[in-house]
């Protein structure tokens, strides 16, 4: 099982561009996450959707829309990329069930992402 | 509101010795779950141990305890016989239980990491 993949890997955009970054999970988790990450800043939680066909807000959603295309595959965009968007982008799956490690959350490898 | 609080920035330990890793959280739950993670300089999150509000004993996976004082709201990682590939950050987490469409969904809340440095 390749677990939680991401891409791009790398992306450098200039201001003002649009990009999606993908995201899919081969765990048949009902949850999806999108974490932003900065110098010590921890992680922070951009969007989530707790099961196909949902999304909510975490803490952070301002500049960023997300969809939750299938069970399996979870996207972020940037419609118009800013400087303050530079930052290391984590998607992560997840069990919707509330109590024990069934709310341990998969990583992908991340996505470094560069506004100029 | 729920939050996390790392307060060691970094810290350093020589190899083969234990060190702890300070994680306290606020939150009026009283079902809740606490995770750490370790994040290498490659990048990724690795899932190390859980503890749960109700669990009676501290949780324990190899190397790694979790000194959970329920009262203090303290969920210490502890780390024995460190080795040099402990080296990492190491963030504490906690479930945040939010109501989606009628239910209920369990997102987790990160502190900001403590930098772990073992020294050969």
């Known amino acids: 099982n390749a677990g939680v993949t991401q891409t791009p890997k790398f992306q450098v955009l200039k201001t003002g561009q649009s990009m999606t970054l993908q995201c899919a999970q081969d765990m048949n988790h009902n949850s999806m996450y999108w974490y932003r990450q900065d110098p010590g800043m921890g992680l922070r939680l951009i969007y989530y959707?707790?099961?196909?066909?949902?999304?909510d807000k975490g803490e952070v959603p301002n500049g960023y829309n997300v969809s939750r295309l299938n069970k399996r595959e979870f996207s972020l965009r940037l419609e118009s990329a800013a400087p303050s968007q530079t930052s290391v982008y984590f998607c992560?799956?997840?069990?919707?069930?509330?109590?024990?490690?069934?709310?341990?959350?998969?990583f992908g490898p991340g996505t470094r992402l560069t506004v100029l | 509101a729920q939050k996390i609080t790392q307060t060691q920035p970094g810290m350093f330990v020589q190899e083969k010795e234990a060190v702890t890793l300070d994680c306290t959280y606020d939150t009026s739950d009283p079902s809740y779950g606490l995770f750490w993670y370790k994040q290498p300089s490659s990048g990724e999150m690795i899932f190390l141990i859980y503890q749960g509000s109700y669990d009676q004993q501290n949780a324990t996976e190899g190397r790694y305890s979790l000194n959970f004082q329920k009262a203090r709201k303290s969920a210490n990682l502890v780390i024995s016989a460190s080795q040099l590939g402990d080296s990492a950050m190491y963030f504490c987490?906690?479930?945040?239980?939010?109501?989606?469409?009628?239910?209920?969904?369990?997102?987790?809340?990160f502190g900001k990491g403590t930098k772990l440095s073992v020294k050969p």
């Open positions: 987490a906690m479930r945040e239980v939010r109501p989606y469409y009628g239910g209920s969904q369990g997102n987790l809340i």
């Open positions: 959707s707790a099961s196909e066909g949902t999304t």
């Open positions: 992560a799956s997840s069990e919707a069930l509330l109590s024990g490690r069934e709310n341990e959350q998969f």
